[in-house]
């Protein structure tokens, strides 16, 4: 692991969940018969979701790649319970179908009991099903942008059936982009929660990291939090520090975004630069919290003392941001 000097002028690139090649076409959404046309289109490419787990098979150089359909029989069609549409890229539209099925803990790949309705497709072997946070950053930025699209349509789908004002069962419109009210005829938009995700320094050029009560030992990460109402970002930076490590933090740098829809999150990344550094953790949020030197980060990772963040989440592209370069030898230390 080479250290180089952090450069506060340039924010992050290419964070795993927010690459896509995918034009939206927001345009095309109004179009009632979207799905069907898309559908009937041979060259349409099908994205299938099953409680969060996408269809994986080997591309090159044995990086994933997503097993997408290229058409859903008449009896998978009547039988999703949600489709949408995510988009257009060089002429192919994509379409994503979505089962509920058994949640998929990080790190955990299943042969899920698929569907009655799935059980005729006939996926090919070497085929596996897998979730985001393990290959989110293997996958090429199509494919990237869009399971990490369907992903997030599918999670608000599945919590907002009915109406927030009336309580009645809505409808999905827009291609699957809205849910309308057929009482009261509110529209209902998908929902994005921002949360603050942030890396703390002092004078002496230490990260500060936290372990969640609920974490294994060893396991250290970022402090992160969602914005309250009425709450800047920088503010919610501030009281997130101070209520789960004690530090009062100064001033506060953006580094980055990236959507996290586990279930509705967009993670807003900061550097924050600590006016204090007596540790104070609340033993709610955070079980501990320490300070280290980079000399004494690259140590602890060596040894195995220390697991980061996979580099799928911004919490692992902030830290390196920090130590000044990759993790090689952290690996996909823990998800």
Not at 19 to 26: F, G, I, K
Not at 104 to 109: N, V
């Amino acid at each position: 692991m080479n250290a180089r000097a952090y450069r506060g002028d340039v924010t992050l690139e290419r964070l795993a969940l927010s690459r896509s090649a995918v034009d939206r076409a927001a345009h095309r959404r109004a179009d009632p018969e979207l799905l069907e046309t898309a559908l009937a289109d041979p060259s349409t490419r099908v994205l299938v979701l099953v409680g969060g787990a996408t269809a994986v098979a080997p591309g090159d150089a044995g990086a994933p790649r997503l097993q997408l359909l290229s058409s859903l029989p008449r009896g998978v069609v009547v039988e999703a319970p949600l489709l949408f549409f995510l988009g257009e890229h060089e002429g192919v539209s994509y379409v994503a179908a979505a089962w509920p099925g058994p949640g998929l803990a990080p790190g955990q790949s299943l042969e899920l009991e698929l569907p009655t309705a799935l059980a005729g497709l006939g996926l090919p072997d070497g085929v596996r099903w897998a979730g985001l946070r393990d290959v989110g950053s293997l996958l090429d930025d199509a494919d990237a942008g869009v399971v990490t699209t369907g992903i997030a349509l599918a999670n608000w789908h599945t919590t907002h059936p009915r109406c927030a004002r009336c309580g009645a069962a809505t409808d999905v419109t827009q291609a699957g982009w809205t849910r309308t009210c057929p009482e009261c005829r509110t529209e209902h938009f998908p929902r994005t929660d921002p949360a603050v995700i942030m890396t703390v320094t002092d004078a002496d050029g230490r990260v500060l990291l936290g372990r969640q009560a609920t974490w294994p030992e060893r396991r250290f990460s970022t402090l992160a939090g969602f914005v309250e109402p009425g709450e800047s970002l920088e503010a919610a930076v501030r009281r997130e520090v101070l209520e789960e490590s004690g530090i009062v933090v100064g001033d506060v740098e953006y580094r980055g975004s990236q959507p996290w829809p586990f279930p509705a999150s967009i993670m807003l990344g900061f550097r924050a630069h600590a006016e204090t550094t007596e540790l104070h953790p609340d033993g709610v949020e955070l079980a501990e919290a320490k300070w280290w030197s980079r000399e004494e980060f690259a140590a602890d990772i060596a040894s195995g003392a220390l697991l980061v963040p996979p580099s799928v989440s911004i919490a692992r592209r902030l830290i390196e941001d920090w130590y000044g370069g990759p993790l090689e030898r952290a690996g996909e230390a823990w998800r």
